[in-house]
């Protein structure tokens, strides 16, 4: 897979702003069918930094209930979490 195909997006949150200043990881919502070989490739190649490690947060679909009944889905997504080395890092919104 190329990595257009693998990295769908960053998620932003509090959380992973956080986690981006004080441990330097960065947080991408990926493709499910990729797995840490092909995340690790994948980040090393379009945003040209070292990565160290990546975790892998999967969540599963799940039915939306209301009131007992089923009335639509929430849909699955795949979440990793990109441990950058030392001295490297992804700057997502520059002089924002």
Do not use: C
Not at 24 to 29: A, I, K, L
Not at 47 to 55: I, M, Y
């Amino acid at each position: 897979m190329e990595y257009t195909r693998i990295i769908l997006k960053p998620v932003v949150t509090e959380k992973s702003t956080f986690i981006k200043e004080s441990d330097n990881q960065v947080v991408f919502m990926v493709a499910p069918g990729a797995n840490k070989i092909e995340i690790k490739r994948a980040v090393e190649t379009a945003f040209k930094v070292k990565v160290e490690n990546v975790r892998v947060v999967v969540r599963k679909a799940d039915s939306k209930t209301k009131q007992g009944r089923v009335v639509g889905k929430v849909p699955g997504w795949k979440k990793a979490y990109v441990t950058l080395a030392k001295g490297d890092k992804i700057e997502f919104f520059e002089g924002v």
